[in-house]
C-alpha cells in the first residue's frame, strides 16, 4: 500500500510539474524521480529565488546612490578635486582603453571556436564511428565513413588550434596591460616617495610599491577580457547542452545554487581578512623602518612590538589560508558533484533512446568547459574585491601627499 501511494505521489508530482513547466523528465524508477526533482524543481527554483534577491538588491542599491548623490554632489566634487584619481574601474579604462578594446575583440573570436570544439565530437561519434548511425552530407557531398571520420577529426584539429591560438594573443595582450597599469601605480608611488620627508611614510610606500600594485594590475588586464572570454564559454556551453537536451543543461547548472548561497560569503570573509592583512603588513614594516640604540630602554620595548606584529600577521595569513582551503574543497567537492548528474540522467535518456551516445559525449565535453569558465568567473570576482581593497589603501597613502604638495605649491605662488 505505501509502494502504491509513493508511486502516485511520484506520479502527481511529474504530472504537476509537466503542465507547469512543459517538461516531461524521467521518472520511470524512484531514484530517478527524486533526482529529476532537484534538477527540474529545487535546483530552478533556488535559482528563481537567488535572481529575485540580486534585483530587489540592485533597485535597493540604485536607490540609495541615486539619494547619495543627491545629498552629497558637491562634497564629493570637492574630493575629486582633491584627489586625480577615480574610482578602480574607471581608472583602469582611463589609462587603458584602446588595449582593452583590441582585446575584447579578440576574446570575442573564442566563441565560435569553442562552439566547434563541442559540435565536431558529437558528430565524429554518431556519423563517422557509429555502424548504422544516420548518415551525414558535407557540404553537398555523400562520404564514406573513414573519409568523413578524416574531415571532421582536421576540423575537429583545426578548431582547437584556432582556439588556443586566440586564447594565447589574449593572455599576451593580458599581461601588456597589467604591466601598464602596474607601472603607472609605480610611477605614482616613486614620485610621492620623492615628496615624502617621514620614514614611517616611505616605508608604507615601499610596502604599496612592492605588494600592492600588481594584484590591482593583474585585476586590471582582466576586467574585459575574462567576462567575455570565460562568460562567453559558460554560455556557449549552456547553449549547447540546451540543443542537445533541457535536461543536460539544468544538470550542469544543479549545484550553481550552492554556490551562489555559500561561496560568496566565504569570499567576503577572505577579503575581511585580506584587507587586516593589509593593514598589518604596513604596520609591520613602519615598525622595522623606526631605529633607537641597542643599550637604550626603548629598544626592548620596540622589540617586543615587532614580535608582537609578526605574530598578528601570522595569525591573518594562517586565517586566509584556511579560508581558501575551505572555498577550495567546498567548490571542488560542488563542481565535481556534477557528473553524477550527468551520468545518472544522461544514462537513462540514452536507456530509454531519447539521447544520442555522440550528444551524452558532448554534454560531458561542454561541461569540461563550464567548470572551468565557472572557476575563472569566481577567480575574477575575487580578484575584484581584492583589487578594490588594494587600490583603495594606495590611493589613501599617495592621495595626502600630493594633495600637501599642491597646496604647496599653490601657498608659494
Not at 534538477?39 to 527554483?45: D, L, R
Not at 594584484?215 to 556551453?237: A, C, D, E, K, M
Not at 577572505?270 to 623606526?290: E, F
Not at 582551503?325 to 551520468?343: E, G, I, M, V
Amino acid at each position: 500500500m505505501s509502494d502504491l501511494r509513493t508511486g502516485a505521489l511520484l506520479e502527481s508530482l511529474h504530472d504537476l510539474v509537466h503542465r507547469l513547466l512543459g517538461i516531461d523528465y524521467p521518472h520511470g524508477h524512484w531514484w530517478v524521480t527524486v533526482i529529476s526533482l532537484l534538477i527540474f524543481v529545487i535546483m530552478p527554483s533556488w535559482m528563481a529565488w537567488h535572481g529575485f534577491r540580486l534585483a530587489r538588491w540592485t533597485v535597493s542599491f540604485l536607490r540609495s546612490r541615486s539619494r547619495s548623490r543627491q545629498a552629497g554632489s558637491r562634497a564629493r566634487s570637492m574630493a575629486r578635486e582633491a584627489s586625480r584619481y577615480p574610482p578602480l574601474e574607471r581608472a583602469v579604462l582611463r589609462w587603458t582603453l584602446r588595449p582593452q578594446i583590441k582585446l575584447l575583440a579578440i576574446s570575442l573570436l573564442v566563441i565560435p571556436t569553442t562552439y566547434l570544439t563541442l559540435e565536431l565530437p558529437k558528430h565524429i561519434v554518431n556519423h563517422a564511428l557509429a555502424s548504422g548511425g544516420p548518415k551525414m552530407d558535407l557540404l553537398g557531398l555523400t562520404l564514406d565513413r573513414m573519409t568523413l571520420l578524416l574531415v571532421l577529426c582536421a576540423g575537429y584539429l583545426a578548431a582547437i588550434t584556432l582556439n588556443g591560438t586566440v586564447k594565447y594573443y589574449a593572455n599576451v595582450a593580458q599581461g601588456r596591460i597589467t604591466e601598464r597599469i602596474v607601472r603607472r601605480l609605480r610611477i605614482a608611488v616613486v614620485r610621492t616617495r620623492a615628496r615624502q620627508q617621514a620614514k614611517a611614510d616611505s616605508a608604507a610606500l615601499i610596502s604599496v610599491a612592492i605588494s600592492e600594485c600588481e594584484p590591482i594590475g593583474y585585476f586590471g588586464g582582466n576586467i574585459l577580457s575574462v567576462p567575455v572570454l570565460q562568460g562567453g564559454t559558460l554560455l556557449t556551453s549552456l547553449v549547447f547542452l540546451l540543443m542537445q537536451d533541457v535536461a543536460m543543461a539544468l544538470a550542469a547548472a544543479v549545484m550553481l545554487p550552492v554556490q551562489i548561497a555559500v561561496l560568496p560569503r566565504l569570499q567576503a570573509r577572505i577579503n575581511a581578512a585580506v584587507r587586516k592583512r593589509v593593514h598589518a603588513t604596513r604596520s609591520l614594516s613602519s615598525a622595522l623602518s623606526h631605529s633607537s640604540e641597542p643599550s637604550s630602554p626603548s629598544s626592548a620595548s620596540l622589540s617586543r612590538d615587532r614580535l608582537r606584529r609578526v605574530k598578528e600577521l601570522e595569525h591573518i595569513r594562517l586565517r586566509i589560508n584556511e579560508l581558501k582551503a575551505r572555498l577550495k574543497s567546498l567548490y571542488n567537492f560542488t563542481s565535481n558533484l556534477t557528473p553524477f548528474f550527468f551520468f545518472t540522467i544522461g544514462g537513462y535518456l540514452v536507456i530509454q533512446e531519447r539521447l544520442s551516445i555522440g550528444a551524452l559525449v558532448a554534454a560531458l565535453a561542454a561541461y569540461r568547459e563550464i567548470n572551468p569558465s565557472l572557476r575563472a568567473l569566481f577567480e575574477f570576482m575575487q580578484a575584484w574585491s581584492d583589487a578594490r581593497a588594494r587600490y583603495d589603501e594606495v590611493v589613501r597613502v599617495i592621495s595626502p601627499a600630493e594633495g600637501r604638495t599642491g597646496q604647496g605649491a599653490s601657498a608659494a605662488s
